[in-house]
């Protein structure tokens, strides 16, 4: 067959709100989120040509190849489809790797819709969704695309009403924190409820900034001082409010423009080893996108 290739930007995430309401049997934790993508991109080539097997090559981030989320997301596709072809990919990592953003679910979600795409759409939204649900519990969520409340484990998605426009200073340290640390460090001192959490609804700024919450970040806070120190540093450069975002490290701070945004950028100190990123939330997703 002709090799044919395609190119893609998976976009990060924010978890604007985040309650674990218990433990469950098998092991994983009910959770309640509002999600929204956001500006800050990887880029995916991806080529299907002859032959067999699945190469990956990275640039931007240290990643194990033999058993990165995107080879699984490649090899889960083909077995599933039936298609017998050689996948190529090319990962250029702009997303901090495990840093709350959800970078390699994008990235995964990416992989499934482009082979879709590759091989004449052979699987339906509805098999791509399963499949996304059996990499990772956050990779439906990125072929959702738009701002959306998950529940049960993350997968199970309702679309969010539209939120206010915001900017987004994005700050992380540096290093890596492991989910699955921060979820088994977590102690859950009572059971919740879906039936009684207020759900996401937002209209204006000041309604966003008050339903900010993330129940995993005192787990990641205790650990790593920084969280508390970048928080601060967003406050006190003119954030409405401030966050961490998943199971950390990053942070991110919500400014009414684009310049306020950019100005605390430029405060932070030239010594500093922080890296940061001035966002914005992903325009929604066209129809049928």
Same mark, same amino acid.
């Given at each position: ?21 218990? *433990?469950? %049997?098998?092991? =994983?934790? +009910? ?5 929204? !993508?956001?500006? /800050?991109?990887?880029?995916?080539? @991806? ?24 080879? *699984?997301? %490649?090899?889960? =596709?083909? +077995? ?5 072809? !050689?996948?190529? /990919?090319?990962?250029?990592?702009? @997303? ?194």
């Amino acid at each position: 067959m002709t090799s044919k290739t395609l190119v893609v930007e998976p976009a990060a995430k924010l978890n604007l709100c985040l309650h674990v309401l218990g *433990r469950r %049997a098998d092991g =994983y934790h +009910e959770l309640a989120m509002a999600m929204q !993508r956001i500006t /800050l991109w990887d880029r995916l080539e @991806i080529s299907v040509e002859s032959g067999r097997g699945i190469s990956l090559s990275t640039a931007g981030g240290e990643l194990d190849c033999d058993e990165n989320i995107v080879v *699984r997301a %490649a090899r889960l =596709y083909l +077995e599933t489809s039936g298609i017998d072809r !050689r996948v190529r /990919l090319l990962l250029q990592k702009n @997303i901090p790797i495990a840093a709350g953003l959800g970078g390699g679910s994008a990235d995964a979600a990416a992989v499934l819709e482009a082979l879709n795409r590759l091989c004449d759409h052979r699987l339906s939204p509805e098999r791509l969704a399963c499949l996304a649900a059996q990499l990772g519990a956050d990779v439906p969520f990125f072929l959702f695309k738009d701002p959306a409340w998950a529940t049960g484990i993350g997968t199970h998605l309702e679309p969010l009403s539209p939120l206010p426009e915001v900017w987004y200073l994005l700050l992380n340290p540096g290093f890596a924190v492991s989910t699955a640390w921060v979820y088994q460090s977590l102690q859950l001192t009572k059971g919740g409820e879906l039936a009684n959490l207020p759900r996401f609804s937002v209209k204006t700024v000041a309604e966003l900034v008050d339903s900010l919450h993330n129940d995993l970040e005192r787990i990641t806070a205790a650990r790593y001082p920084e969280i508390g120190q970048m928080k601060k540093f967003l406050l006190e450069q003119g954030a409405e409010g401030a966050l961490m975002s998943g199971s950390g490290a990053s942070v991110f701070g919500i400014f009414l423009s684009e310049a306020q945004a950019c100005a605390a950028q430029r405060a932070l100190p030239p010594t500093s080893s922080w890296r940061s990123f001035v966002v914005r939330p992903c325009a929604p997703a066209a129809p049928g996108a």
